[in-house]
């Protein structure tokens, strides 16, 4: 499973590059679908209308991958902090029942972050 408490694991920015919707297609189950994908160095993730898959990728070819489900109705609490005027990043904190505790996803630039938070309230009931 993926660190969650090491912060520089995701550093993510917005992209549309089919190739991280194709990576997890196979992971998905019936009626999900792909919403947003971000990407940071080598790592990405990928939020459906159910839940969150964060890909780390691993080894120097990178052909290694561990894939972490983290679904929407295991979350307890969410908290969203934007970017301001000389902090160009923004968190997504989630916070899931059981071990895993909190997740804390860290963007850069200009994302929709309350957009983000929306999109987990409204598939999270």
Request: no cysteine; hydrophobic share 40%.
């Amino acid at each position: 499973m993926i660190d969650f408490k090491n912060g520089s694991v995701f550093k993510l920015k917005f992209t549309e590059k089919p190739g991280f919707r194709d990576e997890v297609q196979p992971l998905l189950i019936d009626g999900e679908e792909v919403a947003l994908a971000f990407e940071g160095v080598r790592d990405f993730v990928v939020f459906t209308n159910k839940r969150v898959i964060a890909v780390n990728v691993q080894g120097m070819t990178g052909k290694k991958r561990d894939y972490t489900s983290l679904p929407f109705n295991k979350i307890q609490a969410y908290s969203v902090e934007t970017t301001g005027l000389f902090d160009n990043d923004g968190e997504l904190d989630l916070w899931f029942s059981g071990d895993l505790g909190r997740v804390r996803f860290e963007f850069k630039g200009n994302v929709d972050l309350p957009a983000i938070a929306k999109h987990i309230a409204a598939n999270s009931l």
